[in-house]
């Protein structure tokens, strides 16, 4: 190509560069060089020049700039071609956009702008919810109560779709297949088929996941014949090899949840109680944490092996590898389980646990990776995000601290937070104002703090509700709108989304809650209904992509929706249970001096006082008051209702979500 003509086509971008194409590539003759037919393709390239111009002076002075809104950008500035890092210039240098932080060397004393300076102006997350109502504010500013009664009906009905479903197909099985109407349970001719036998244990799974929420839907009926038919058939007592991560959220949590709830003089759910009943689902809760305390045993770091076998203990060919999240997230539930039945062994291994994890954190920037060696405290995956791997380790940082009152859980949180703000958040200071690309969080290298890849992953969209209770609402508001405009754009949220490709890298869906439970939590903080409006959307998109013969079925592929025969326990668990919260304003969940916390597999527990105490322990179990806890997420009774209710929601907000998925 020649000179002349590389001058002309850089004057353009690439929408403009195709454009030319077209028409240069008519003729090869377009050089510079003087021709007889020049003055035609002259006179068409001004007109396009024209017409640019004139384009551009409409998009600046009726305020349709590069971002709207919340600045979400219609196009991400991107530099895919360059692959190598570039040298920090001196000095302080502001990176606002995802492209150029990617190829910036970061060390610890310059960092991207990942935190309002001290200088910059305090704002209220309710400047979201202001200014001028237009189309989107009279869509989204309301939801009317005749609607929220059917979401409601729907989310229960959803429910009860496949859970019936699997009761009669299922039962006791571990899962339900929903396209076929038959069970599953493990994988007995593949043992190494983890994707499946980490999980299904044999043991009723899907029945047990799903005690609580048929108390928060009101069932009390089929609540205590679910449990009766737990205490009559399940036992731990199998050859069966799981992963001690998932058979403690999953089961372990239940039983604790139910037997807490079903035991609760102060009766939130009505009368439930259970004749002759005697703590036989504790004592199951106590048989399963015995049966997975041998994950504990001969490391020489005290982190645990990820897998154990319920009958033998941990396999002799068992890795030395685990992850972080599968190691550091037990301490919720076992913590309960020692303060219940007052032994301490269970919370005792599980903090070890965390503590060791902690101590093996960069020195540099102060965050952990995501696979490390039990036995060495080696670090066998750099990777420092906060999806697959790591998330529910901050999160039990915080819930332990909230249900325990440790203020060495709350030290590690804050501490862990900053980092994740100074080394993993990209993008432009503020959230709703400036110049840049609106934040991101990535996965960094947890020495240095640089972009090690491109994919965020869908189980990150928890972080908002943890945001939530931190009391960081602004930012929870914003991550949050990042993930549901992919939702918006493929009806689900793929397993990897490549935000510099804006595509998905893993296309599959597993009816996964995350984007679900942190919608709850917004709602709650703001009370705005916004956010009822996306759960709709959310439900909506479900019932309509995932719906199959007898249940709910996998997305194999977020795009041309085929699907998969598996109905994961965590639909019934977490992702129906949040949708059906977030429309029951009166649920006992809900009502002025009830306080509650969700697991990270969406379990109830209530905030209660006897968790703070240490019945092993022969002194006061503090030296001093603990302080309150920073939230309570099932009512938002310390948020002045005038703050709560904040409408409408800014219209360029979901203006701007529109275009950058899309949909306008």
């Known amino acids: 190509m020649s000179r002349t003509k590389k001058q002309i086509m850089s004057k353009f971008g690439a929408e403009q560069r195709a454009a030319l194409r077209l028409v240069v590539s008519a003729n090869d003759d377009f050089d510079g060089r003087p021709r007889a037919k020049m003055r035609w393709r002259c006179v068409v390239v001004v007109l396009l020049v024209l017409r640019l111009a004139l384009n551009c002076v409409l998009w600046l002075s009726f305020g349709l700039g590069p971002s709207w809104g919340f600045n979400f950008p219609l196009q991400f500035s991107f530099n895919s071609h360059r692959t190598e890092t570039e040298p920090a210039a001196r000095g302080r240098v502001r990176i606002n956009t995802w492209s150029r932080s990617l190829f910036e060397h970061r060390n610890h004393a310059e960092k991207t702008c990942s935190r309002i300076s001290a200088h910059s102006p305090k704002r209220s997350y309710l400047s979201f919810f202001k200014n001028g109502r237009d189309d989107y504010d009279r869509k989204y500013s309301s939801f009317p109560d005749t609607l929220k009664i059917k979401m409601r009906r729907m989310a229960k009905d959803m429910f009860y779709f496949g859970y019936d ?14 396209i076929d109407c038959q069970g599953r349970g493990p994988d007995i001719l593949n043992p190494s088929n983890i994707n499946i036998n980490d999980v299904l244990g044999n043991y009723s799974l899907t ?42 959220i999953r089961i372990l949590g239940s039983l604790i949840s139910a037997h807490i709830l079903l035991t609760d003089p102060r ?20 048989d399963l944490a015995v049966r997975l305390l041998p994950a504990f045993e001969n490391t020489s770091t ?38 219940l039945i007052g032994d301490s062994t269970f919370e005792w291994v599980a903090r070890r646990a965390v503590r060791a994890l902690w101590n093996l954190r960069s020195n540099e920037t102060g965050l952990l990776g995501n696979v490390v060696n039990i036995q060495t405290g080696q670090w ?23 249900l325990f009152g440790d203020k060495e859980d709350y030290r590690m949180f804050t501490a862990a937070y900053e980092s ?52 960081d609402v602004e930012n929870a508001i914003c991550l949050h709108a990042f993930y549901y405009a992919i939702w918006r754009r493929f009806g689900a949220l793929p397993e990897r989304y490549n935000w510099q490709l804006q595509a998905p890298d893993v296309l599959f869906y597993p009816l996964r809650p995350e984007l679900v439970e942190s919608t709850y939590l917004l709602y709650q903080a703001t009370k705005n209904p916004f956010y009822l409006h996306v759960g709709m959307d959310i439900l909506q998109s479900l019932e309509n992509n995932t719906k199959v013969k007898c249940g709910y079925a996998t997305l194999h592929h977020v795009v041309d929706k085929s699907k998969e025969d598996r109905m994961e326990s965590f639909f019934l668990s977490e992702t129906c249970k949040y949708l059906y919260l977030l429309f029951d304003e009166d649920n006992p969940l809900h009502r002025s001096g009830n306080r509650y916390i969700f697991t990270t597999e969406g379990h109830v527990v209530p905030i209660d006082p006897r968790f703070r105490q240490k019945s092993w322990e022969e002194q006061f ?25 904040a409408l409408p929601l800014k219209s360029m907000y979901m203006r701007q979500i529109d275009h950058m998925v899309g949909l306008s």
């Not at 839907?217 to 205490?231: M, Y």
């Open 165 to 178: 479903n699997y009761m009669k197909y299922a039962f006791p099985e571990d899962e339900l297949n929903p």
């Open 207 to 248: 029945l047990i996941d799903t005690l609580d929420t048929l108390l928060v839907l009101g069932n009390v009926s089929e609540f205590r014949r679910a449990v009766k038919l737990v205490i009559d058939t399940v036992s731990f007592d199998k050859d069966s090899t799981v992963q001690v991560f998932e058979a403690n």
């Open 267 to 286: 009766h939130p759910f009505g009368d439930i109680g259970l004749e002759d009943y005697d703590n036989e689902l504790l004592h199951l809760a106590h």
């Open 302 to 339: 005290g982190i645990p092996y990820p897998r154990v076998n319920l009958k033998n203990g941990v396999p002799p060919d068992s890795i030395n590898e685990t992850c972080t999240a599968g190691a550091g997230s037990l301490l919720v539930e076992f913590g309960i389980l020692s303060r």
């Open 380 to 402: 066998v995956g750099k990777q420092s995000g906060l999806g697959a791997g790591m998330d529910s380790f901050y999160e039990y940082l915080l819930k332990s601290y909230i």
């Open 420 to 471: 994740i703000q100074s080394h993993m958040r990209r993008g432009r200071e503020a959230c709703n104002e400036g110049e840049g690309d609106p934040p991101l969080y990535v996965n960094v290298n947890m020495f240095n703090g640089q972009i090690m890849n491109t994919w965020i992953d869908s189980l990150q969209a928890f972080f908002p509700g943890l945001q939530v209770l931190n009391g």
């Open 621 to 645: 179990p503090c030296e001093e008051p603990v302080k309150e806890p920073p939230a309570n997420i099932s009512n938002c009774e310390r948020i002045p209702e005038e703050r709560r209710y």
